[in-house]
């Protein structure tokens, strides 16, 4: 919105400022940060009178966990609130992928919202359906897929870029829709399956969206791209801002998540927020690099897919408890020790994932 102050500037003074990327970046990673730092108490307040007992805690988890019941949960609309106000702030209007993040971000959040009502008002970990929850998540991500095509330049449309190797698109044709959507889903499940400890899957979403920010930034600029020998996909660039919001949102978040937890996240934070890492990268067409980026919530993931299938097949456990963090919970890792050592290895594998701009 404040994008438009620039039809004032005569390209010398302070209007001009709102030209820039950057610039816009700053004052949406800041607005957001105000945003949760003047509204978090408020909001926990409201949730803490409303939702009576708070989160369910479930009676299989590890013992420790017991203390934390009573906990509100839904602080994801802190989250959700400060991204949403700082991107349609900061962010130009006119972008269509800036629609598009926002679109996805605020459907799966939507999903997430229902699902954590279900589980306050029924006092019962399973919340709303399963088989609904995802049919509406896939549903969500295939028009996402599909508007993320269309808008996409005509080279690139149902292809699928490949890290390291240079100039390699694979044209998967109309199976990239369903591709992506997979994307999208497995991103926003993956990250909801993470979110299991005070602080743990926030910073991880962080770290993964501040490096696919960069990336977004890096192929929405022609001169990038060419230096990098990378695709160039218009527009992209502005995702940065919306990157930023969600880093000021998500520190702003942080403050009152950090152990012992004032508020959870809850499945509206966390499928939100993973919706957005999956659309991000169907954006910047550089879904690959997503697993790599965002490989912690592929671990957390693959735990529990691999828990329950040799379980099924053996009736045998292959962790101690699944998701892996809790695994290392069982055998007496300390809460803080587990969310700092994830935090460790998000930022490596970020860090690997920036890499392949440059390795080709």
């Known amino acids: 919105m404040l ?4 039809a004032w500037s005569d390209g010398g003074d302070f209007f001009n400022l709102f030209r820039y990327i950057t610039f816009r970046s700053g004052g949406a990673f800041l607005t957001a940060l105000f945003f949760g730092f003047l509204f978090g ?8 009178r409303t939702q009576g007992k708070g989160q369910p805690i479930r009676d299989d988890g590890p013992e420790g966990h017991f203390i934390k019941a009573g906990t509100p949960t839904m602080g994801g609309l802190l989250i959700v609130g400060a991204l949403l106000t700082s991107t349609l ?19 799966f ?9 279900a589980k306050v008002s ?21 028009v996402a897929a599909y508007w993320a095509t269309m808008v996409h330049p005509e080279p690139l449309q149902y292809k699928l870029a490949l890290p390291v190797f240079k100039d390699t698109l694979i044209n998967m044709g109309l199976l990239f829709i369903p591709f992506a959507m997979f994307v999208i889903v497995g991103a926003a499940n993956a990250v909801n399956l993470t979110d299991g400890l ?22 929405g600029r022609v001169d990038f791209t060419e230096y990098l020998d990378v695709h160039y996909v218009p527009g992209t660039g502005e995702i940065l801002v ?16 950090a152990p012992p937890a004032a508020v959870f996240m809850g499945d509206t934070g966390s499928l939100a927020l993973g919706g957005a890492l999956g659309a991000i990268a169907v954006a910047a067409k550089h879904e690959i690099v997503l697993a790599i980026v965002g490989g912690l919530f592929v671990v957390e993931a693959l735990s529990v897919i691999i ?13 101690l408890m699944a998701p892996i963090h809790h695994h290392y919970e069982k055998k007496g890792w300390a809460e803080p020790q587990i969310v700092i050592r994830f935090w460790i290895i998000a930022l490596i594998l970020a860090m690997i994932g920036l890499a392949t701009l440059k390795v080709r």
Not at 3 to 6: A, D, E, F, G, S
Not at 41 to 48: A, E, G
């Open 41 to 48: 108490p408020p909001l926990i307040n409201v949730l803490r």
């Open 3 to 6: 994008y438009w102050l620039t």
């Open 122 to 142: 029924k006092q019962n970990v399973k919340g709303a359906p399963g088989k609904v929850r995802l049919g509406l998540g896939f549903v969500i991500a295939g």
């Open 242 to 257: 919306f990157v930023a919001g969600l880093a000021g949102g998500g520190l702003g978040f942080l403050w009152y998540n």
């Open 89 to 107: 702030l900061w962010a130009r209007l006119d972008n269509p992928f800036v629609w598009l993040v926002l679109f996805v971000t605020m459907s």
């Open 198 to 219: 005070d602080g743990l899957a926030i910073m991880p979403v962080m770290i993964a969206a501040g490096a696919l920010g960069i990336i977004a930034y890096a192929v």
């Open 307 to 319: 828990q329950v299938l040799y379980f099924k097949r053996t009736g045998k456990r292959v962790f």
């Open 109 to 117: 959040g939507l999903i997430g919202f229902w699902d954590d009502y």
